[in-house]
């Protein structure tokens, strides 16, 4: 799942002639530059929507290996550079019931084959973004409490009681398990939106 960034913090504020069009006046701009460059590395290993991956169902984790832990690692890694608060194996072509998350400021947690309680008393809508469909955010319908129970990537029993925004990001990432995505969840009108802003462009070679 993809963080809620403002992009034009900088923009439009001067008009410059063409000659002086340079960003010499923000003192950070090199690390901006540095972290957007990172971002684009980690979202080029990052499936992207219309990608078939994305619409498979994971399958059940049986051996908790060297390869599992290797998994664990590279998703968290991408997961940070890309600056998601989620990230699904399925995203990364891997068809896994794995998924890490990481809200804003908690620390990175890793569940394997997950089983989510959703409790349907409190239901919000809020916008979501993803990993894999570039800058399309969606207003989805998610319960607002959750209690998942999974395996670390070790091998044992985990139980968390999750609300706010780590119990949207689970339902979201469970959803890529099983292959269903924010655009399946909207309602009619931002779907025919997001669609539209995720057909391919035409080239303008
Ligand atoms: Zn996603």
């Known amino acids: 799942?993809?963080?809620?960034?403002?992009?034009?913090?900088?923009?439009?504020?001067?008009?410059?002639?063409?000659?002086?069009d340079d960003e010499h006046e923000h003192d950070d701009s090199a690390a901006d530059r540095e972290r957007e460059y990172v971002r684009r590395q980690a979202l080029a290993?990052?499936?992207?929507?219309?990608?078939?991956?994305?619409r498979m169902r994971a399958r059940e984790v049986t051996e908790f290996d060297e390869f599992l832990v290797q998994l664990v690692e590279r998703m968290a890694n991408l997961m940070h550079d890309a600056q998601g608060v989620g990230l699904a194996a399925t995203q990364i072509g891997v068809l896994q019931r794995v998924f890490v998350f990481a809200p804003d400021?908690?620390?990175?947690?890793?569940?394997?084959?997950?089983?989510?309680t959703l409790d349907e008393s409190e239901k919000l809508v809020e916008e979501e973004g993803c990993l894999s469909l570039r800058e399309v955010r969606v207003p989805v319908e998610r319960a607002t409490k959750v209690v998942i129970e999974a395996k670390d990537p070790n091998g044992d029993d985990v139980r968390y009681e999750l609300d706010g925004l780590a119990a949207r990001v689970v339902q979201h990432?469970?959803?890529?398990?099983?292959?269903?995505?924010?655009?399946?969840?909207?309602?009619?009108?931002?779907?025919?939106q997001a669609l539209g802003a995720l057909r391919p462009q035409p080239s303008r070679a």
């Open 1 to 20: 799942m993809a963080h809620d960034h403002a992009h034009d913090e900088h923009g439009h504020e001067h008009e410059h002639d063409h000659e002086h």
């Open 45 to 54: 290993q990052i499936r992207q929507y219309p990608d078939v991956a994305l």
């Open 105 to 116: 400021g908690e620390p990175m947690r890793a569940v394997v084959n997950p089983q989510l």
């Open 173 to 192: 990432e469970s959803d890529h398990l099983d292959g269903v995505l924010t655009i399946d969840r909207t309602d009619p009108e931002s779907r025919k």
